[in-house]
């Protein structure tokens, strides 16, 4: 049975490579079938149908239904002709119509089964092939989206870097304390100008994952540390949210300390984005199976589990959330799941939509750390 499936599988790719004519194919396999009737008749005297009866299934299998008939007819006339003695008679015989009936009715299944198959056949490929294109197309529009984004974010760099870093020399040269409004004006472009800055990296780093080019720099240091140092980074944006930590873990871990620092904020942004009416967030860190696992609790909107499936693709954004109100462009958790999968780690999420969500993500303990212990 094998045998059989593979040799049909060989004569498909036969006929989609060397395209021959599906008659020519017919005349072939009947030359063939002919030759091997000769040098059986020379031994036996006998006719075998079956190697006529295999010549037209292939040719149904090859060439559907009408060189199915050809070969048929033609495979009737070589075998009632040729083989059977009067050799070369031209004139039928009762058992000629017999024989000639089977022949048709079996050359017609044949045909008709072979028509179907290579119709379906053909429509499969046709779609096949019209995938393939769209494919390549969206492919390519996909990369000029990418190329425009990656060009502008680079071409908003400069200005928004040197635009924030005038606003710092102007927070430090000139004496808001005697001016509140003035102090107001700045404090509200510093933080407009931080939320372009960050949009502009997340585009970058985007840019950067879908040309491969995220590197990372692994240096060595333990998860505390990280996570001490992240806390004191956002105390000063942080004005809603009681970040309550749990757990301390000083074994050595290899990561890119800024890339994972990165991480943790955006899982604490978005934790106190999504939790507006929430005035807590818990901060645990735990370990288990020499991997230190970071989790960020919020007590939010939670997500649905038809979300939670899509969370870490690009620009994916929950549908539900009320989009005006939650700031996004759902790049965050995309970025963040890459630089985890970079650092070998895991990263998911757990959820209950209205009571709130825990994302967690894992990251393995570097082995000198663990030989030094055990
Ligand atoms: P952004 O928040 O900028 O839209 P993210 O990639 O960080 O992008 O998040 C993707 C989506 O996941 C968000 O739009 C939001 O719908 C959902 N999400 C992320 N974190 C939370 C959370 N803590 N609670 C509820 N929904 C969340």
């Given at each position: ?20 004519n599906p ?15 000769s ?21 149904a ?30 004139l ?15 050359g ?15 429509e499969?490929n046709k ?30 760099k ?19 304390n ?42 060595p ?5 990280v ?36 991480v ?8 106190m ?27 939010g909107?939670?997500?649905?589990k ?13 549908e ?54 055990s």
């Amino acid at each position: 049975m094998n045998s059989i499936n593979t040799l049909l599988t060989r004569l498909d790719t036969f006929r989609t490579r060397v395209k021959i004519n599906p008659y020519l194919f017919a005349f072939l396999l009947l030359t063939i079938s002919m030759l091997i009737q000769s040098v059986l008749n020379t031994y036996t005297n006998q006719i075998d149908y079956s190697i006529f009866v295999i010549c037209i299934f292939l040719t149904a299998w090859y060439g559907g239904f009408f060189p199915c008939i050809a070969a048929t007819i033609v495979g009737f006339l070589l075998v009632d002709y040729y083989f059977i003695p009067p050799l070369h008679s031209i004139l039928p015989k009762k058992a000629d119509y017999v024989i000639a009936i089977i022949f048709l009715i079996e050359g017609i299944l044949f045909g008709l089964m072979g028509e179907a198959r290579i119709k379906r056949e053909t429509e499969l490929n046709k779609a096949y092939e019209a995938e393939q294109r769209a494919r390549k197309d969206a492919e390519a529009a996909n990369r000029i989206r990418d190329d425009f984004i990656s060009m502008a974010s680079h071409e908003l760099k400069t200005p928004i870097t040197s635009q924030k870093l005038y606003l710092q020399m102007v927070q430090k040269n000139v004496d808001l304390n005697t001016n509140p409004k003035l102090a107001r004006y700045i404090r509200l472009v510093s933080t407009q100008t931080d939320r372009i800055v960050n949009l502009i990296n997340d585009l970058l780093n985007v840019a950067r994952i879908r040309a491969g080019k995220f590197v990372m720099h692994y240096t060595p240091t333990t998860i505390s540390e990280v996570v001490y140092d992240v806390l004191q980074e956002i105390a000063p944006i942080n004005t809603t949210h009681n970040i309550i930590l749990k757990g301390h873990n000083t074994k050595s871990i290899e990561i890119d300390k800024e890339r994972i620092s990165e991480v943790l904020i955006n899982l604490l942004s978005n934790a106190m984005k999504y939790s507006p009416e929430a005035e807590k967030i818990m901060l645990t860190i735990t370990e288990k199976n020499k991997q230190v696992i970071v989790s960020v609790k919020d007590y939010g909107i939670g997500i649905n589990k038809t979300n939670q499936k899509k969370l870490f693709t690009r620009y994916f954004r929950a549908e539900g959330t009320n989009e005006q109100k939650y700031e996004g462009f759902g790049m965050g958790l995309f970025i963040v799941s890459e630089i985890i999968r970079q650092h070998k780690g895991k990263i998911w999420v757990k959820s209950t939509e209205g009571k709130g969500s825990t994302f967690s993500f894992s990251l393995p303990i570097a082995k000198k750390a663990y030989q030094k212990i055990s």
